[in-house]
């Protein structure tokens, strides 16, 4: 009878060769993925006002049915939001603070995709725990996810350093001396009112770059094997079909968050699982 050689270790030149290997094939899958298209191209449908109610309306019943475990998962962002108000004492730091409150639009779509799986496994009439958003993590499109995420990390980044450039060119570069002050300043002076008006429609151009290639691709991605490109492709095509109810669709996030920020940003508990399970029944309708 012949015996079976045991297993061992092996040297550590084959170990590491061994674990370099794996590792250059794990990283040939993700941008295969990356690149991977489906035999069936998303097809774009058009939309109006009704389809951004019943996307409401679809995932509010999502969030009913999954109501404790959207809220463990957002619970953080409040906590975020008192952090950046902790920071906003430190004068230097104070003109940035709306910048960093409203740029939290721009990272949104990436910070909601456990909620995207969540109304994903429901539709599919699986189980959607807080647990099972964390499938995400091995889902065969993380790389593509992750690399689009960063995309939006990058244009939060570029905003914040706008925002300080702009209030270095009207009311600093110094910071300012009270929040009072600062106040005073913004409202009262030419210089304030040049900094909103450059500063809000700065934030707004960056606000729509980042929802034309958001808007339906991380739901997409999550959806089907497309690959990155053609996720954001399929999501600049909704917006150029639709691009009216686009814009409310965003308008509308933009003001749900700020009306959740409020309130030492407790209502963020509320909104963006909310928000988030509404995406994913926009995307449904907006993408065949």
């Avoid at 993700?30 to 058009?46: F, G, K, L, N």
């Avoid at 109006?48 to 995932?59: E, K, N, P, Y």
């Avoid at 004068?91 to 994903?120: C, D, K, N, Q, T």
Wanted: hydrophobic letters at 55%; proline letters at 5%.
């Amino acid at each position: 009878m012949s015996e079976v050689a045991p297993k061992t270790i092996g040297n550590p030149a084959s170990w590491v060769f061994q674990s370099l290997r794996s590792a250059s094939h794990g990283t040939a899958d993700a941008i295969d993925e990356i690149r991977s298209e489906d035999s069936a191209t998303p097809q774009v449908r058009t939309l109006d006002l009704s389809d951004i109610s019943a996307a409401l309306r679809d995932g509010w019943q999502d969030f009913k049915a999954a109501r404790s475990d959207a809220m463990f998962l957002v619970f953080i962002y409040p906590l975020i939001g008192i952090a950046m108000i902790m920071s906003g004492f430190h004068l230097a730091v104070l003109p940035l603070l709306l910048p960093m409150v409203m740029g939290f639009a721009i990272v949104g779509p990436a910070a909601a995709i456990g909620l995207y799986e969540m109304s994903r496994r429901r539709e599919a009439g699986e189980s959607a725990s807080w647990m099972s958003a964390f499938a995400v993590l091995r889902s065969p499109a993380f790389a593509s996810i992750l690399m689009l995420a960063f995309y939006l990390a990058a244009l939060f980044v570029i905003w914040i350093m706008v925002a300080q450039a702009i209030f270095a060119a009207t009311l600093g570069p110094d910071a300012p001396s009270s929040l009072s002050s600062f106040v005073t300043d913004v409202f009262t002076t030419g210089p304030g009112w040049t900094m909103m008006i450059i500063g809000t429609t700065t934030g707004a151009i960056l606000a729509y770059a980042a929802l034309a290639i958001s808007i339906v691709s991380f739901p997409l991605l999550l959806d089907r094997h497309v690959g990155l490109p053609v996720a954001v492709a399929t999501s600049l095509e909704v917006m150029r079909k639709n691009r009216f109810v686009c814009l409310c669709w965003g308008l509308l996030v933009g003001a749900a968050l700020l009306i959740g920020s409020v309130p030492l940003f407790a209502g963020l508990i509320f909104v963006v699982p909310l928000l988030g399970h509404a995406t994913w029944h926009f995307y449904r309708r907006a993408v065949t």
